[in-house]
């Protein structure tokens, strides 16, 4: 665990907030992928949106839709319900998280999208406006549905990693060849299934490594590693140090 030195001063997240520009953080939100995000004031009018909620509004810039109410902007009876979770979130000053609701697909029709509302304070501790994300429902699950296709196959390589690994095995778990099984987990953990479980073992060697005074060669056995040298190397590839330089980094051993 990393100590500062006694001569660095210790850290004030305030001070060290006021020094920012101020809405920079907004801009992580025109980034992320199918992810929406809006803020509006205590007159529930809009005054930010990422370039996603720009365009599902149907304007080309964040300028266009500043000033706006809900009910400018989408049907009644969407609007009616949007301004009712305003509210209740500016009144209680608590968020509310999962909303699943009907929002304008790009196709103009609505579908169901996932929405979470949190309420902004000014200096002073007050409710001052809400800020929220929405995300596509469909997007999320199709987004979701790789990880969830292989989590068997990953829980069992957490469970059986000091084991060799048998790519053909897990494609037959997976219900694929191994040639798609290949493409498939690459695709979704971006990187292969061996690579995968080195990093399992070099994660279940450095749990060791802090927590005993094992030998170096007993946590190699361990972590599932059948030669030392393979260890070494493979430590020192994911960690950037030897497993000795690791324990002292950790204070132990």
């Known amino acids: 665990m990393y100590v500062p030195a006694v001569h660095e001063s210790p850290i004030d997240p305030d001070a060290w907030a006021e020094q920012l520009q101020v809405g920079q953080f907004r801009h992580l939100f025109d980034h992320l992928p199918g992810t929406m995000f809006f803020a509006k004031d205590r007159q529930f009018r809009l005054v930010m949106g990422n370039p996603a909620f720009v365009h599902r509004c149907g ?33 209680s000053g608590a968020p509310l998280l999962g909303i699943i609701e009907l929002f304008p697909a790009e196709a103009g029709s609505p579908s169901w999208f996932v929405t979470d509302k949190l309420p902004l304070f000014d200096r002073a501790g007050r409710p001052h406006g809400i800020c929220g994300t929405v995300r596509s429902y469909e997007g999320q699950r199709a987004a979701l549905q790789p990880y969830l296709d292989l989590a068997p196959i990953a829980e069992h390589l957490r469970t059986h990693f000091r084991e060799p690994l048998h790519v053909a095995d897990l494609a037959h778990r997976a219900g694929l060849s191994v040639r798609q099984f290949g493409r498939k987990f690459q695709a979704t953990f971006q990187m292969s299934p061996r690579a995968y479980l080195m990093q399992l073992r070099v994660d279940r060697a450095c749990d060791l490594l802090a927590s005993t005074d094992m030998p170096v060669t007993r946590v190699a056995l361990e972590a599932g590693f059948y030669d030392h040298a393979d260890f070494a190397r493979q430590f020192r590839k994911h960690m950037g140090m030897t497993a000795s330089e690791y324990r002292r980094s950790e204070g132990a051993g």
């Open 59 to 91: 304007f080309a810039t964040e300028a266009e839709l500043v000033g706006l109410t809900d009910d400018c902007i989408f049907p009644p009876r969407l609007a009616v319900n949007y301004r009712r979770d305003d509210e209740r979130v500016l009144a």
